[in-house]
């Protein structure tokens, strides 16, 4: 547990507090009346209460759309399934902007509905959830899914031959062996969500406002730091009961499992239901992921001339971005890619030690750990990104020069993935084994090579596709910290959409496509990673 508490203490607890401080701290001492005084204004309480039941609302249609492509991608195998779990991740790693943009081409004035059937979802809350069902799909599919393809199906038909139906042994066994799974998929649609930024402030309009565009808007715009402040202890309270009844849900919930090579268990469909089952994900798929995809490159593509790609080649232009940049925009690419692979190794350090720490604790203090771990979701990543700003600035840990800083606040958003996805795993591994192991005169280091590597190895790469992922397209506080010659593709993205013009515009889209690209060959790379045992990742 050290080093996990160390990086959270200095990189994530210290910065936040830095920022609450200075905007709840006077000469005269710590004027925590403010708080009671943003609470009794009427357009915070709206704030709130928008911000937790469209939340609520996101997280339930989006397990709702998503499980059924969770059972598909665990227990099916058809051609291109590998690519088109690529494919479903790709929005996650989005920038929000970027997604809120291609909603707003989707859903809003002159977009396909409207051309088609005169209909406008834009400045609604419809497009907020379908945006934020389209965001975090791949959230569930993932976390869901992976344990999901490791469950042995003999035990639900040894259910079946006992008696039970076929409804009965799937809510009796399969189920609760999803639990934690389940639970922490959406846990964090409901910290995304939560929290969303980018997605709210294009297609809600000034109509809606969730806690993070309010500190945003009170932290950039309005420059009024005790606002921002007190939100940000809302945000950091709300979070935290969330995180306090999963635990609690999760330590009723998690048993011991039988954990299975998944090539064991995926068949082609069989029979009516199944085909039926895959067609509609498929279809589900192409409509909420797909074509919001596809309106990207469309974009790109469409320029003043026609179709082409002459946004393409502007990018390779510093005069092209009319002074928006000191190096090519295309250069973001070559800085994302570094910054990720660094994150996602700092990532799966820390967060591996934390989920093999979690698994030989108990009590409160790891319950208290485990909640810890999950803040970086929900606390404002604008104040994370301001907190760095004035915190890491003098010696001994002077970072403001260095290309570190990103891939640090990178990492902060990637342990949690990784320690969600790894955890329910870690947890699920009979440690009679690790005792049999050791008795027969194994080292700890050994057992943990011979008996838990081979089961968790699997979640092991996904969580490093996750952190990977996730590091590529964090951009609430990398905004703040990246430098103007190092920028990075999401970064790159939203400056290029601040700037008026068609040629702006046109370039940022032509970014969006190689970020979606570059996102989607490197989860698809992963993809095709076999192991000696396993055989998938």
């Not at 059937?117 to 934020?132: E, P």
């Not at 009170?218 to 995180?243: C, E, M, N, P, Y």
């Amino acid at each position: 547990m050290a080093l996990p508490l160390a990086f959270f203490a200095v990189f994530f607890a210290y910065p936040v507090a830095a920022i609450v401080g200075r905007g709840l701290k006077t000469a005269e001492g710590w004027q925590f009346g403010r708080i009671a005084g943003v609470l009794s204004r009427p357009d915070i309480l709206g704030v709130l209460w928008f911000t937790t039941w469209q939340a609520l609302v996101s997280t339930a249609l989006t397990l709702l759309i998503a499980l059924p492509g969770a059972y598909v991608f665990a227990r099916f195998d058809f051609p291109g399934k590998g690519v088109l779990r690529a494919v479903v991740t790709v929005p996650f790693v989005l920038p929000t902007v970027v997604v809120g943009t291609a909603f707003l081409a989707l859903l809003g004035r002159g977009g396909l509905l409207d051309e088609l059937w005169g209909v406008r979802l834009d400045t609604t809350v419809w497009a907020i959830l379908l945006a934020h069902v389209f965001f975090n799909y791949a959230v569930v599919v993932r976390t869901v899914g992976g344990l999901w393809s490791q469950l042995d199906p003999r035990q639900e038909e040894a259910a079946r031959v006992l008696g039970a139906g076929r409804l009965a042994a799937w809510r009796r066994v399969t189920l609760p062996a999803l639990g934690p799974a389940v639970a922490a998929a959406a846990l964090m649609v409901f910290l995304f969500t939560f929290t969303s930024f980018g997605v709210v402030q294009i297609l809600g309009g000034p109509a809606y406002s969730t806690l993070e565009v309010e500190i945003y808007r009170q932290t950039a715009q309005i420059f009024d730091l005790s606002t921002a402040a007190v939100l940000t202890l809302i945000q950091f309270a709300a979070v935290g009961s969330v995180l306090a009844v999963h635990a609690w849900t999760v330590r009723r919930r998690e048993t011991a499992l039988r954990l299975i090579d998944p090539a064991l268990t995926a068949a082609r469909p069989r029979g009516k239901g199944q085909w039926a089952l895959l067609g509609g994900v498929l279809a589900s798929v192409l409509l909420l992921i797909l074509l919001p995809l596809g309106v990207l490159v469309e974009r790109s593509l469409d320029g003043p001339g026609g179709y082409g790609f002459g946004f393409y080649r502007a990018l390779g232009s510093v005069e092209a971005s009319g002074g928006t940049f000191l190096v090519p925009p295309l250069e973001a690419v070559g800085n994302s890619l570094r910054y990720a692979l660094a994150a996602t190794a700092i990532a799966l350090v820390v967060g591996g030690l934390a989920a093999a720490a979690l698994t030989r604790r108990a009590g409160r203090l790891a319950r208290g750990f485990d909640a810890l771990l999950m803040l970086p979701l929900g606390v404002s990543a604008v104040t994370v990104g301001f907190g760095f700003l004035i915190t890491l600035d003098k010696p001994p840990l002077d970072l403001r020069a260095s290309w570190i800083l990103v891939p640090l606040a990178q990492a902060l958003v990637g342990v949690p993935f990784v320690v969600r996805t790894m955890l329910p795993v870690l947890r699920a591994v009979d440690g009679r084994l690790r005792e049999a192991a050791a008795v027969l005169g194994a080292s700890p280091s050994r057992v943990w090579r011979e008996v838990d590597l081979p089961l968790v190895r699997r979640a092991l790469l996904v969580a490093a596709g996750f952190a990977f992922a996730v590091s590529l397209g964090e951009f609430g506080a990398t905004v703040f910290i990246a430098r103007p010659d190092r920028p990075t593709l999401p970064v790159a993205v939203a400056r290029l959409l601040g700037r008026p013009g068609e040629l702006n515009y046109g370039q940022a889209m032509a970014l969006s496509t190689v970020l979606m690209v570059v996102c989607a060959v490197s989860l698809l790379v992963l993809e095709r990673i076999r192991t000696d045992r396993s055989g998938e990742f």
